[in-house]
């Protein structure tokens, strides 16, 4: 069964530091999703990526944060100067179709956990 | 800015007993959807409602959307040990937010 790879599953760094977490979606779908789960909270939606451009992304995506289909097969989410606020399960997301619509199911990746010391 | 809040935040039963989850929004949603999360896994769609007053079926697990779409309730019914994990519910077409979940424990 086709799904959603994710790496590393765990990554630490230090403050200010670049930190790339890669995303491989499953091959047919179109759309791509960044959120990330802060322990013991929410969700959130970080970003949504569409035919090699940013379609929507939160206010929790800052200037730090970068996106990237590189070559087709990968979605990465770069931040650039990681704050210890950054530390979170960050997880990738790809549908068919848009998000919440009748083709829209998300499927997740299993997360990677970025500590920031 | 459209928020899902999820009720209750925790709950914690007997094997064999019935409980529902609700989400609730002041906003109206298209669609919302209810995804399963296990620990250190990512979160699994259950289903997607769409339709005013829908009403759902997936085995002991009833899903019904709200007729004003915007709210939306999960019933469990004879609840087992494998159905403990996080329930969220998420809405709004494009970029799906999600409510803060219920975290279910079904002791046997």
């Known amino acids: 069964e086709p799904e959603v790879t994710q790496t590393p599953s765990h990554q630490v760094t230090q403050m200010g530091q670049e930190v790339i977490l890669r995303c491989v979606p499953i091959s047919n779908h179109l759309y791509f999703y960044w959120y990330r789960q802060i322990l013991g909270q929410k969700v959130e939606f970080l970003v949504s990526f569409y035919n090699n451009e940013i379609s929507e992304k939160s206010e929790i995506f800052d200037d730090q944060f970068s996106v990237e289909r590189p070559d087709g097969s990968n979605f990465t989410l770069k931040i650039r100067s990681t704050k210890l606020e950054d530390s979170a399960m960050y997880f990738c997301?790809?549908?068919?179709?848009?998000?919440?619509?009748?083709?829209?199911?998300?499927?997740f990746g299993e997360g990677s956990r970025l500590t920031v010391l | 800015t459209q928020l899902l809040e999820q009720s209750p935040q925790f709950l914690s039963i007997q094997e064999g007993e019935n409980l529902t989850v609700y989400c609730n929004s002041s906003s109206v949603f298209s669609s919302l959807q209810w995804y399963r999360q296990e620990p250190g896994e990512g979160p699994v769609l259950l289903v997607t409602v769409v339709t005013g007053g829908e009403v759902k079926k997936l085995k002991r697990l009833t899903f019904q959307f709200g007729d004003a779409r915007k709210d939306s309730s999960l019933h469990i019914t004879a609840a087992q040990p494998g159905d403990t994990g996080l329930y969220l519910c998420a809405g709004d077409g494009g970029k799906l937010i999600f409510g803060q979940g219920t975290e279910l424990s079904v002791k046997p």
């Open positions: 997301a790809s549908s068919t179709g848009l998000a919440g619509g009748p083709y829209g199911e998300l499927f």
